[in-house]
């Protein structure tokens, strides 16, 4: 009895869910069901005028697609387009991308250079119900190709940065050529490098030593290259009035360099035998140690002057200062905006910005220095001028000049 019990019990429980179910209000099982129901004419009709073509002015690795919108997209029968792609018209496709509803074109980024390939658009309508799609229908385009994406020599849409690099190097081209047939520019003195011959004169005078510090960076800063230039002029008049030229430096490939140079300089004015290898000497890269190591040669020796040209950083100051409180004429110069203030407070002269590398070609006069110099100056006044006229011309609305300096499209 007590067994017969227990198996109406669990029959009881197993009955009770269909008992529920039958009890349920029928509206809960209509809903349920409505949302798994495609809701009819709700297919869109496929887009119009599907073309593939290689993308203009890229590198070879992009189709641009272009379709015209569903008739039904502005009824709201669209929720998105599927790209597809396919080696072959008979597929297999697959999806690539897709776009929104309104949206006509897609670039494929993905494609390979020099790979036929074969597009196909699928309109797509459905239902989300909690980020999960309950029905979903679709017509797809006839399919286009092949397409096969190629890399171009020009890209047309950076012609005007093209015309403005050959204007700007011929106008360079042109004045280096004409400086080699002798031709004189002008170029505006430079105070700094006008008392290069006086701060070396009061050396001899005093009969004390010139220091020149070629700044922290290596020889693959253009700052570096532009103060070896320089240094070479300087060395050579040092050499002339038999005054010595101790140049420490904080990079080794600076150091064979500059080493180089100053005993080139002292070849070229007859003294050879008067150049002594430890007036070029390394003493350290750490950026510090090295400021710290110039300081303690400072105060001990008592250079009558001081060159600080090249690349320098926060040890500017502590340099320049020692400098000054030293009593050395003081002659700096360096690209970097932030130093500036620096030198101009504690030296007596200070080349800022371009006037660093504008020095290397006013002492040389080499004439490849000089032509670039000139040509760069020719392009900076046809900018100037275009900005004058692009101002006039804007500002009056008489036409956007300002259009030929973007990306052409």
């Keep these: 009895m007590k067994g017969f019990t227990t198996i109406i019990s669990l029959v009881f429980l197993m009955a009770l869910p269909l008992i529920a179910q039958e009890t349920m209000p029928d509206s809960t099982l209509v809903s349920a069901a409505a949302d798994t129901l495609v809701p009819a004419e709700s297919r869109p009709a496929p887009v119009g005028q599907l073309s593939a073509e290689d993308t203009p002015n890229d590198d070879g690795e992009s189709i641009t697609i272009n379709w015209m919108v569903s008739p039904d997209d502005a009824a709201g029968k669209v929720a998105e387009y599927k790209v597809m792609r396919a080696l072959a018209p008979e597929g297999p496709f697959e999806e690539v991308g897709d776009a929104g509803s309104g949206q006509t074109s897609y670039s494929d980024n993905r494609a390979e250079r020099g790979v036929p390939y074969y597009y196909k658009i699928a309109a797509l309508n459905y239902k989300k119900v909690d980020n999960q799609i309950t029905w979903q229908v679709s017509s797809e385009s006839a399919v286009i190709g092949p397409i096969m994406a190629t890399a171009q020599w020009i890209n047309m849409g950076?012609?005007?940065?093209?015309i403005a690099i050959l204007i700007l190097n011929g106008s360079i081209i042109y004045f280096i050529w004409a400086a080699k047939g002798g031709r004189q520019f002008y170029i505006r003195k430079i105070a700094g490098i006008e008392e290069v011959?006086?701060?070396?004169g009061r050396a001899t005078e005093m009969g004390r030593s010139i220091y020149y510090v070629p700044g922290i960076n290596d020889m693959d800063d253009v700052q570096t290259l532009a103060s070896i230039t320089i240094l070479?002029?300087?060395a050579a008049i040092a050499a002339e009035n038999d005054t010595r030229i101790d140049v420490p430096v904080s990079r080794s490939m600076?150091?064979?360099?500059?080493r180089e140079v100053v005993k080139e300089a002292y070849s070229k004015v007859g003294r050879p035998d008067s150049f002594q290898e430890d007036q070029v000497r390394y003493l350290t890269d750490d950026q510090f140690g090295y400021a710290a190591g110039i300081d303690g040669m400072v105060v001990r020796e008592k250079p009558a002057a001081i060159f600080f040209l090249g690349a320098f950083f926060a040890e500017s100051l502590i340099l320049a200062e020692t400098g000054n409180a030293s009593g050395a004429i003081q002659i700096a110069g360096t690209a970097q905006p932030s130093q500036l203030p620096f030198f101009v407070a504690a030296c007596d002269y200070t080349l800022i910005g371009e006037e660093l590398f504008a020095a290397?070609?006013?002492l040389s006069k080499e004439p490849k220095l000089l032509g670039s110099l000139k040509g760069q100056d020719m392009g900076k006044a046809v900018i100037l001028a275009s900005i004058a006229v692009g101002i006039v011309l804007e500002t009056?609305?008489?036409w956007h000049f300002s259009k030929l300096f973007s990306v052409i499209e």
């Excluded at 600076?254 to 500059?258: D, E, N």
């Design 197 to 200: 011959e006086n701060a070396v």
């Design 360 to 362: 290397s070609a006013y």
């Design 254 to 258: 600076v150091m064979v360099t500059a």
């Design 232 to 234: 070479g002029k300087v």
């Design 158 to 162: 950076r012609l005007n940065i093209l």
């Design 396 to 398: 009056f609305g008489i």
